[in-house]
């Protein structure tokens, strides 16, 4: 009955012959017979041997000392510990240490009792019996235990019943526990093969919907709208995210286009035709938008002391998307809002322009006019400005060939023009309202082709023409204020290369806009310079007619006195200073002149008229040759000293014909 908790080997089963006992074995009464368990075996092994379909659970961390149902029951703490009971009956110390090796047997004694002849008694009638009558050979010593000392053992074997039998009810629950366990890993088994059921169900139907998906995804995104891109455009304030919202509406507008106006012949899907309502739903509230944002910029341009290109590149050109929505989903809106853009900024330039030429009004200017010109009586009172230097010439070009070569971009400020007390000559005026017309004819041309991105060229050109028209009016206006009445030649060629640098500054910019505008100076321009040195020409052959009398000639040409020719000088005549310094600024100016411009023809007369003065004035030596000549030559080399500075082809031919003459009068 010890079996159950051993599987060691005892001194019955061991090897060898022994009498078989004629009594009949006796059933023990200590408890059912159950299937042995194997040695240190878990308490779940049973359950895990007779239930195959429960491989797949995660195994159970296997206790470390023994078996999990000795660490959790525990016989009633009324019974004694079995094991110590059998230590007591045996008489020797049983070793608790899980360590033991139960699968190795234990070693046989050294000594055997011999057999026994129970001779059909039970165990209980041959143990009261004494050796004698039982007529065997007396058993050695230490070998036989009498009954005496059984029956003191009787309250051991007793204890170690009553501890068996607790056992066995603790046995017995832990058997109806494990069947109960066992049923429940059933239930759970099959719980796990319905959700792999469900499981290889649900992967299927997950690869079917990828597939589809894969197939029906980019029909579905290349029409379908987000509510974000939705609420975006309905609600949100414009900006770079309303931008990008009316991209995608824009993208889906086309797609829907596309597939509705298919010109394959297939009908298009019935998806297609229910979410085109809501685009146009759509798109009609990005126009108003879109309305309502630009002509609220356009009227941001009328207010005060506003500065427009701030408005035009932070507000307009920023989004002009926008405009390319518009102008593509609604056209007729879209020319609408253009011409009121046009008529707004057209206001807007010729106000500011308008006060900008009253600024330039308040300089002070040299107007030179008829009384001074080459010829004019030196004597004779100048319309000369009241800020003007007492030393100032007209005829003298000076600083004044600067306003070419400055690397001043701006012009004057308002606020300068209205303060300002030195005196100017018409040049600054002039650079000074074109220079600003230029820069914000190109400003506002940039913003125009980058804004209205759906015009095409002559259309902007137009677009562009019609909002400058009136200012170009009042540039015009502003030119022939300042030229009408002026003989300033110096001053007129001095506009006309500012023209011509303006006109290669808008070729270098590609700006064709102004074009008819920078002809129109030029054509007011050139006539009037002419007109100007035309106005010098006759005031030198005005001069020369009053070489009729000796007394003309001595107050004119020479120094001394008319009755004595043989005092009379032969220094330069004043109207040789005069002629030379201005041939000077004609020449500087013109260092880069084509041959298709009119000064070389203007200084060809006036040069010429200039040499009938000279050569009617020597006449008035009478018959000293060598006076004459000396006066021509002394007059000559004045001229050639003054322009020897001048560059250029037209200099150098001016040059060539001085010196020529020069040496002529020399001979």
Known sequence: MFDRFSNHPTPSQSPGPRSYSPATRKPTHLAPQRPPFGPRSSSLSLVSRTNSSTESLPKVGRTTNGSALRQELSPPPDVEDPLRVLERVVGASIDHSDSIDHDTPIPKPTELSEDIDFKGSSLEAFITESPKTRGGARPRAGTIRTVEEFEKEKDDFEDLHKSIQACDHVLKSVETSLAGFQK?????????????????????????????????????????????????????????????????????????????????????????????????????????????????????????????????????????????????????????????????????????????????????????????????????????????????????????????????????????????????????????????????????????????????????????????????????????????????CLGILLCVRITQGLAFTLQRRKVPVADSYINGLNMALWPRFQVAMDLHCESIKALSGTISARSAASKLSFTGSAADASKLSTAPHFLTQRFGQFLYGILAVSRDAGDDEPVANSLARLRGEYEAFLAKASKTAGADTRKRERFLANNYSLVLAIIGDAEGRLAGEMKAHFEEMGAQAGK
């Open 184 to 488: 429940d890993l059933g239930l759970v088994s099959q719980e796990i093969e319905t959700l792999q059921s469900r499981s290889t169900a649900l992967n299927t139907k997950l690869e079917n919907r990828k597939v589809v998906e894969k197939l029906l995804g980019p029909a579905v995104e290349e029409i379908s709208i987000s509510p974000l891109v939705v609420k975006t455009i309905s609600e949100g304030q414009i900006n770079e995210n309303w931008v990008r919202a009316l991209a995608e509406l824009q993208k889906r507008r086309k797609a829907v286009e596309n597939k509705l106006n298919a010109k394959d012949g297939t009908a298009p899907a019935k998806a297609v035709a229910d979410v085109k309502p809501l685009l146009d739903n759509l798109t009609t509230r990005a126009i108003e938008r879109i309305r309502d944002y630009i002509i609220s910029q356009i009227k941001a341009i009328r207010s005060p002391n506003i500065n427009a290109q701030i408005i035009q590149q932070q507000n307009l050109a920023r989004y002009k998307d926008l405009w390319t929505f518009l102008a593509s989903a609604h056209p007729e809106l879209a020319e609408v809002i253009g011409k009121a853009y046009v008529n707004t900024i057209r206001w807007y330039y010729l106000n500011h322009f308008t006060r900008y030429r009253q600024a330039l009004d308040k300089l002070s200017v040299v107007h030179v006019d008829k009384t001074e010109t080459l010829a004019s009586d030196p004597s004779a009172p100048k319309n000369k400005p009241p800020s003007a230097p007492s030393t100032y010439d007209v005829h003298n070009i000076g600083r004044r060939g600067d306003i070419l070569t400055s690397t001043n971009p701006y012009a004057i400020s308002s606020y300068l023009a209205e303060e300002d007390k030195t005196t100017h000559f018409i040049e600054t005026p002039f650079r000074s309202f074109n220079l600003a017309l230029i820069d914000n004819i190109c400003a506002e041309y940039s913003f125009l082709t980058s804004f209205f991105t759906t015009d095409t060229f002559p259309r902007m050109s137009r677009r562009c023409a019609a909002i400058f028209a009136p200012t170009f009016a009042l540039g015009q206006t502003l030119t022939t204020d300042l030229i009408s009445s002026s003989a300033d």
